[in-house]
């Protein structure tokens, strides 16, 4: 019997979007994902200066964008864990509560190109296969990678995905200035937001 797949999704999610979850879903069917594990980041290291919204906002809001669906859950391991929000020391830990499983971990094409970067990179890719959502289009310089990191070879796979032009940031942005958010995240999430006064604050 061939090990289960399970998908490892993370990301700040302030607030999360239709595009992450178009992402999730597209590469969990191209890569035969049994289930994705959804995980907000609690400290991002490459994202030291930018303030986040509190953990239980981030989670609840998750929580109703996925509700009903099926494949997917939330695992609040790097939101339990002191310190910053290290790739490897999660893919250890999850590689350690699911024996006999394939881990992939999902990311988008800019941090792929970044990889080499992050902590301890090698790692990384002994305990996870890497699953990248591209832009239709968009041409991945797979040789630089494989350049930077030989043991990244065979253990990448690309897959296009629909663009869905939208970023938290952005919404952050638009909901401090009064503009619309409609259809951009799920109704639910809207409403949650506006319930809540998130992200009335001009972001710097």
């Known amino acids: 019997m061939a090990p289960r797949r399970i998908g490892?999704?993370?990301?700040?999610?302030?607030?999360?979007?239709?595009?992450?979850?178009?992402?999730?879903?597209?590469?969990?069917?191209?890569?035969?994902?049994?289930?994705?594990?959804v995980v907000p980041t609690g400290d991002p290291p490459h994202k030291p200066d930018q303030p986040l919204t509190a953990a239980f906002h981030r989670v609840r809001m998750l929580q109703l964008a996925l509700e009903g669906r099926i494949g997917y859950s939330i695992d609040r391991i790097d939101l339990d864990r002191a310190g910053p929000s290290y790739?490897?020391?999660?893919?250890?830990?999850?590689?350690?509560?699911?024996?006999?499983?394939?881990?992939?971990?999902?990311?988008?094409?800019?941090?792929?190109?970044?990889?080499?970067?992050?902590?301890?990179?090698?790692?990384?890719?002994?305990?996870?296969?890497i699953g990248v959502g591209c832009r239709p289009g968009v041409a991945v310089d797979l040789a630089a990678i494989y350049e930077r990191l030989p043991s990244?070879?065979?253990?990448?796979?690309?897959?296009?995905?629909?663009?869905?032009?939208?970023?938290?940031?952005?919404l952050r942005r638009r909901v401090a200035s009064g503009e619309p958010i409609a259809f951009l995240v799920f109704p639910?999430?809207?409403?949650?937001?506006?319930?809540?006064?998130?992200?009335?604050?001009?972001?710097p």
């Not at 999730?24 to 994705?36: F, N, Q, R, W």
């Not at 094409?109 to 002994?126: N, T, Y």
């Not at 990244?152 to 952005?170: M, Y």
Request: aromatic share 8%; proline share 5%.
């Open 152 to 170: 990244a070879q065979g253990r990448v796979s690309l897959v296009e995905v629909p663009q869905i032009d939208v970023a938290s940031r952005d």
């Open 8 to 37: 490892i999704f993370g990301g700040t999610f302030d607030p999360v979007h239709i595009g992450h979850l178009v992402i999730a879903s597209e590469l969990k069917h191209a890569l035969s994902l049994d289930h994705v594990l």
């Open 188 to 203: 639910e999430v809207e409403s949650y937001i506006y319930k809540h006064g998130l992200y009335l604050e001009t972001p």
């Open 87 to 129: 790739t490897a020391d999660t893919l250890t830990t999850l590689n350690l509560r699911y024996p006999r499983t394939q881990l992939v971990f999902l990311m988008g094409e800019d941090s792929l190109r970044d990889l080499h970067s992050w902590r301890d990179p090698k790692r990384i890719l002994e305990l996870a296969e």
